[in-house]
Nanobody, 121 residues
């Protein structure tokens, strides 16, 4: 089994910053793409940013220039640095990882439990 544990959410004023972390653990042979998604109340879950194992990144237009995704492959951990936060960034943020199981070598998609980010105006 594989677990994704997120941390770093909270309440911040508009213009402030937060850094989210997500660590993958368990029966891991390799971690491919990792990423962050978010879901605001009454809305569908949407992409925030993704990063490949080689470091290639992809961002939603709404966060380009404000958010930076990074990862530490040795720790199977992905981060997102969120700057210049806006009230519309308020959402539950979910970590996602494509993990190849150490025992079965099966590639599966995993989600974290979510961490809440609230940006006050």
């Amino acid at each position: 089994q594989v677990q994704l544990v997120e941390s770093g959410g909270g309440l911040v004023q508009a213009g402030g910053s937060l850094r989210l972390s997500c660590a993958a653990s368990g029966n891991i042979f390799a971690v491919n793409d990792m990423g962050w998604y978010r879901q605001a109340p009454g809305r569908q879950r949407e992409l925030v940013a993704t990063i490949t194992s080689g470091g290639q990144t992809n961002y939603a237009d709404s966060v380009k220039g404000r958010f930076t995704i990074s990862r530490d492959n040795a720790k199977n951990t992905v981060y997102v640095q969120m700057n210049s936060l806006k009230p519309e960034d308020t959402a539950d943020y979910y970590c996602n990882a494509q993990v190849r199981n150490r025992i079965t070598r099966t590639l599966l998609n995993y989600w974290g439990q979510g961490t809440q980010v609230t940006v006050s105006s």
